[in-house]
Every structure is written in structure tokens, then in C-alpha cells.
């Protein structure tokens, strides 16, 4: 069992700036994978950000250049920095954390979720 708990959503005005913190316990293995996707109302949930415990990364196209997602593999925690944000970033975002064992289908863990709204 993992557990993954979200914290620093909030409102912000256009142009502002957010940090969205996970924290993750529990039976986590030392090869994994940690990100962040959102949903807004009427879309799908969307991939914003992973990154691998071996520190691979991978942003969707619509938060280059203006999120950055970063981690502590000591802590467990990853952590995504939201700069210059749009009223098109307002979503639920939530943390997500994906590993497997052995030949085991990989299992996916998600926060409660950590609503962001951008005022415009």
C-alpha cells in the first residue's frame, strides 16, 4: 500500500506563480515513477508532469517552459513548480506515483487531489 498525501493548491491571479508538494509512504520500491496530471471540468485528466527515480522527465507540451517538476528520493516527495499560470491551467491536480514488482502488472497510487484556480 502507498499513500500520497497533496498540499499547496490554491487561487492565484494569471501570471502567478503555485508549488504543489507530494508526499508519498508506504511500501514504495527503490525504481518508480512520480508525477502530476490534472482534469478540469469536461476534459479528461491529462499528464502534466513525471519523472523517474532515476531522473528522467517528461512535461506535456501546454507547461514547457513554465512548470518544473522535481523530486527527493530520499523523502519520497515530488514537487512541481507552477510559473506564468494561465486560466487554462485551473484543474484538480492530482500527485500520482506507478511502480511494479517482479513481473506484476504495474500498479498506479493517487492523491486526494489539490484544486488550482487561476483568476483572469
Known amino acids: 500500500q502507498v499513500q500520497l498525501v497533496e498540499s499547496g493548491g490554491g487561487l492565484v491571479q494569471a501570471g502567478g506563480s503555485l508549488r504543489l508538494s507530494c508526499a508519498a509512504s508506504?511500501?514504495?520500491?527503490?525504481?518508480?515513477?512520480m508525477g502530476w496530471y490534472r482534469q478540469a471540468p469536461g476534459k479528461q485528466r491529462e499528464l502534466v508532469a513525471t519523472?523517474?527515480?532515476?531522473?528522467?522527465?517528461n512535461y506535456a507540451d501546454s507547461v514547457k517552459g513554465r512548470f518544473t517538476i522535481s523530486r527527493d528520493n530520499a523523502k519520497n516527495m515530488v514537487y512541481l513548480q507552477m510559473e506564468s499560470l494561465r486560466s487554462e491551467d485551473t484543474a484538480v491536480y492530482y500527485c500520482n506515483l506507478g511502480q511494479r514488482r517482479l513481473a506484476a502488472t504495474r500498479r498506479d497510487y493517487w492523491g486526494q487531489g489539490t484544486q488550482v484556480t487561476v483568476s483572469s
Open positions: 519523472t523517474t527515480s532515476g531522473g528522467n522527465i
Open positions: 508506504g511500501s514504495i520500491f527503490s525504481i518508480h515513477t
